[in-house]
């Protein structure tokens, strides 16, 4: 199958009776600001070129971004202060992201999440995350003919990947590396010696921002950074 089929299969999914019934109810009890938007409410796919060589790695909707408009950190303040460094890096064509239908696109970079619903507190439980997993390996699968780096936003998106990318055939080093802002590892395909690397990121997410822990300077700087090793 392609990434647009697996996308399609994707939005119908329904394996999660907590995050099911939030990212609906989030949808029915709307925030003031947003009472005339008819909510996605649904599972959100990745975003961006099939064939990037830059994956990008979230941890999950937002319930008024991604869960509101349909697609990754679109309509929220992560999504407000990522696209204008992905766009001063040039990898994306406008500097904002608001809607799905606002003619923005990723350029070389495919944005997606090992959880496609929008958790409570942005907290998924374990059980959660595990039920979508197959998600992601299932995508990281399909684009790995062309993927040069993988960009973890936040510890909890490395955590995930890193046993994800161990069992799909990715020789990743024991113990484990660690999360960091600006970390780097190499990694070795055991099939045919193709390498990746895996980057680290603070998440752009609304208290980084706000504690200055991630400045926009910072996301800049590594967005370049993966850029430059991706080939882009
Ligand atoms: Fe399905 Fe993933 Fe959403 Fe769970 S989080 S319902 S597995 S798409």
């Known amino acids: 199958d392609s990434v647009e089929q697996l996308d399609a299969a994707l ?3 329904r394996a999660c009776p907590r995050l099911v019934e939030w990212r609906e109810e989030v949808g029915r009890v709307r925030r003031r600001a947003f009472a ?3 909510y996605w409410s649904r599972p959100v796919p990745g975003f961006g070129p099939a064939n990037a060589p830059l994956v990008i790695v979230g941890l999950a909707p937002a319930a008024h971004g991604g869960n509101r408009t349909g697609r990754a950190f679109t309509g929220d303040p992560s999504g407000d202060v990522l ?3 992905l766009y001063d890096v040039g990898l994306a064509t406008r500097p904002t992201s608001t809607d799905r239908d606002d003619g923005t696109e990723l350029v070389g970079v495919r944005i997606t999440m090992p959880v496609h619903c ?3 507190d942005n907290k998924p439980t374990i059980a959660e995350r595990d039920a979508c997993r197959p998600w992601l390996m299932r995508e990281l699968t399909l684009l790995r003919p062309t993927t040069r780096v993988f960009l973890a936003f ?3 998106a490395w955590q995930a990947l890193l046993p994800i990318l161990a069992d799909s055939g990715w020789i990743v080093p024991r113990p484990r590396p660690g999360f960091g802002h600006g970390a780097e590892v190499e990694l070795e395909h055991q099939a045919d010696g193709q390498r990746v690397r895996l980057i680290g990121c603070y998440h ?3 208290r980084n921002i706000a504690t200055r822990t991630l400045t926009p300077e910072m996301l800049r700087d590594v967005l370049a950074q993966a850029a430059h090793a ?3």
């Open 118 to 120: 929008a958790p409570p």
């Open 230 to 232: 991706a080939g882009l």
């Open 83 to 85: 696209f204008p460094a």
């Open 204 to 206: 752009p997410s609304h």
């Open 154 to 156: 936040g510890a909890y």
């Open 11 to 13: 939005i119908g999914c």
């Open 36 to 38: 005339d938007c008819d």
